[in-house]
């Protein structure tokens, strides 16, 4: 039996309730980013056209299985676009290196442009990437979605920190530490 989909203002209105209970309720990191997004119209703004043009995706297939699908592919986009931001967290870079890691994945000649661009590449796509686990979990009653997102975002990390930590090392040292790492 095929069940019929979730509609497009479903999704975003639960998305919206979803950003709301993190500024409220979430992890710290979740209460800091969602509360940043709603208190700045403008950002709101944009995250809420981006969201829908994600939501138009998922809500575009008729049938409940089909929409799972494609939030399972929205939400691997979102973890790919959230991983710069968070290496920049994980990581104790210098200023060089934090210059070098801007200009491998920004086009701006100026480091602190491409900083902000990617903090609130950051803010939108982790709210994104959080709206899709709870339209997952409260919508879709979707049983096999965390799991396997979960053990993917560990692997394409470990593996985005490897690219990163091998694309900055300059000096003989670094280089030494990550040649074992470089070969892979």
Same mark, same amino acid.
């Given at each position: 039996?095929?069940?019929?989909?979730?509609?497009?203002?479903?999704?975003?209105?639960?998305?919206?309730?979803?950003?709301?209970?993190?500024?409220?309720?979430?992890?710290?990191?979740?209460?800091?980013?969602?509360?940043?997004?709603?208190?700045?119209?403008?950002?709101?703004?944009?995250?809420?056209?981006?969201?829908?043009? !994600?939501?138009? $995706?998922?809500? @575009?297939? +008729?049938? /409940? %299985? &089909?929409? #799972? !699908?494609?939030? $399972?592919?929205? @939400?691997? +986009?979102? /973890? %790919? &676009?959230? #991983?710069?931001?968070?290496?920049?967290?994980?990581?104790?870079?210098?200023?060089?290196?934090?210059?070098?890691?801007?200009?491998?994945?920004?086009?701006?000649?100026?480091?602190?442009?491409?900083?902000?661009?990617?903090?609130?590449?950051?803010?939108?796509?982790?709210?994104?990437?959080?709206?899709?686990?709870?339209?997952?979990?409260?919508?879709?009653?979707?049983?096999?979605?965390?799991?396997?997102?979960?053990?993917?975002?560990?692997?394409?990390?470990?593996?985005?920190?490897?690219?990163?930590?091998?694309?900055?090392?300059?000096?003989?040292?670094?280089?030494?530490?990550?040649?074992?790492?470089?070969?892979?």
């Amino acid at each position: 039996m095929r069940i019929q989909g979730i509609s497009q203002a479903r999704l975003m209105e639960e998305s919206e309730l979803c950003l709301v209970e993190a500024a409220k309720y979430g992890t710290p990191a979740q209460m800091t980013v969602a509360a940043r997004l709603i208190c700045h119209p403008e950002s709101y703004r944009r995250w809420e056209a981006e969201h829908a043009q !994600l939501m138009g $995706r998922v809500s @575009a297939h +008729t049938y /409940l %299985h &089909r929409q #799972a !699908l494609a939030l $399972r592919a929205t @939400a691997l +986009t979102l /973890l %790919h &676009r959230k #991983a710069v931001f968070e290496y920049l967290q994980d990581r104790q870079l210098t200023l060089e290196q934090r210059e070098k890691l801007m200009a491998l994945f920004h086009s701006f000649k100026d480091y602190s442009a491409s900083l902000i661009a990617e903090h609130s590449n950051y803010v939108r796509g982790a709210s994104s990437y959080w709206c899709s686990h709870h339209l997952a979990r409260r919508l879709m009653k979707d049983g096999v979605f965390a799991e396997p997102l979960h053990l993917y975002e560990e692997r394409y990390t470990d593996y985005f920190r490897v690219f990163c930590d091998v694309e900055l090392a300059t000096t003989a040292e670094e280089k030494q530490a990550i040649e074992p790492m470089r070969m892979l």
